[in-house]
């Protein structure tokens, strides 16, 4: 079935509007302060060994449950060639309790593969990478180190692996993870194509701006129009670095922990937030990297892994993507053949068979 006309007028309502907020937001260029860059080279070596991590999750739901799946890969990339350099898996199963009173079962447990995609991912980079090297994982690191005071986890769901029971068990599985591979010689990037908190505004823009712009502009648009201006130049590089200097400078909740949880995540700051440009027709990433990098040294850090980045984007992040996806028609056919067609989905009569 199509999109109906109804809906049709709507979005277009919608994107008028979303395009008319995208050309009022020209008119910061005027006020906007100038940023440094520094530019990002071809280094003259041989480029360092990189790991690159991703990972992918689907869920099945059934009638009278819900199966999850989860694998994470780590790619190891050495002298310009990539193997696969270590697969972590799980899967599990929830089947919704008769005295649960939790409407809200379902979403905690896709929370909890959330938290478990995570954790492999962080897991099979931390083994690929022996401790040398660069890591280059997919995604901001605060969202890597998000938490929340979420319940338990539902004791009804099952998992192949371990599962415990406090969602802040996982959650500090994953930064003990991320914080043994900082402590190590391996230095972790995260590379993020999309942002959910800006950095930039008040260093742009001065701090007694910032509440007035709340859903008008954030640090990619800032970027973007600074770029098309000609502020920034059309070539490989990355903007003048900010430090997150402390867990209160994190974004929330990170910024609201518990002082037991506010220990676990103290030795990963400072963290280092820019912008990179890879390529001069390609959009900007902001890359995330603990310790507190200096321009040069952070330009000279991003130029060990320009020669995997000339189309743009980290060409070890994409491998790593494409054979860590795993859809849900995927999943659906897998289980098919392993038996599971046989348990309705309750979706057969709308045509759903597999």
């Known amino acids: 079935m199509p999109i109906h006309n109804q809906l049709l007028k709507v979005l277009n309502e919608v994107s008028r509007l979303l395009l008319s907020e995208l050309v009022k937001s020209r008119e910061f260029l005027s ?18 060994d990189i ?54 079962a379902d979403e905690l ?6 938290f478990i995609s995570r954790e492999l991912e962080a897991e099979s ?45 996982m959650w500090s599985s994953v930064v003990s993870r991320i914080l043994e591979i900082h402590k190590s010689d391996t230095v972790p990037m995260f590379v993020a194509k999309t942002i959910r908190r800006s950095y930039y ?5 001065g701090s007694d701006s910032t509440p007035s712009l709340e859903g008008r502009i954030n640090d990619l648009i800032l970027v973007s129009l600074l770029r098309a201006s000609g502020r920034i130049p059309r070539r490989p590089c990355i903007l003048e670095p900010v430090w997150i200097s402390s867990v209160d ?26 912008y990179v440009f890879f390529n001069p027709a390609t959009q900007p990433y902001q890359l995330t990297v603990p310790g507190k990098w200096r321009g040069e040294e952070l330009a000279e850090l991003v130029s060990s892994i320009y020669p995997y980045s000339y189309s743009g984007y ?10 860590s996806r795993v859809t849900t028609r995927e999943l659906r ?22």
């Open 314 to 323: 980290p060409e070890p992040l994409k491998v790593a993507h494409w054979m």
């Open 51 to 104: 790991v690159a991590g991703d990972s992918s999750s689907a869920v099945r739901d059934y009638s009278m449950a819900l199966l999850y799946a989860v694998q994470a890969v780590a790619v190891r990339v050495a002298r310009g060639s990539s193997k696969l350099g270590h697969v972590e898996v799980d899967a599990g199963y929830y089947i919704p309790s008769p005295t649960s009173r939790d409407t809200l």
């Open 125 to 169: 980079v931390r083994v690929a990478s022996e401790g040398r090297g660069i890591a280059l994982f997919d995604g901001s690191i605060f969202t890597f180190l998000w938490y929340g005071k979420l319940p338990e986890i539902p004791r009804s769901l099952v998992s192949y692996r371990k599962m415990p029971r406090k969602f802040r068990d």
């Open 249 to 274: 400078e994190m974004p929330r909740p990170l910024n609201t922990l518990e002082p037991e949880d506010r220990r676990l995540v103290e030795p990963i700051v400072p963290i280092t937030v820019t």
């Open 109 to 114: 447990v896709r929370r909890a593969v959330q």
């Open 31 to 48: 006020v906007v302060k100038d940023v440094r860059v520094y530019d990002i080279k071809t280094p003259a070596g041989a480029p360092p």
């Open 333 to 354: 056919q897998a289980l098919s053949k392993l038996g599971l067609s046989s348990i309705p989905t309750g979706r057969e009569l709308l045509g759903e068979i597999l």
């Open 201 to 205: 505004i008040e260093k742009l823009l």
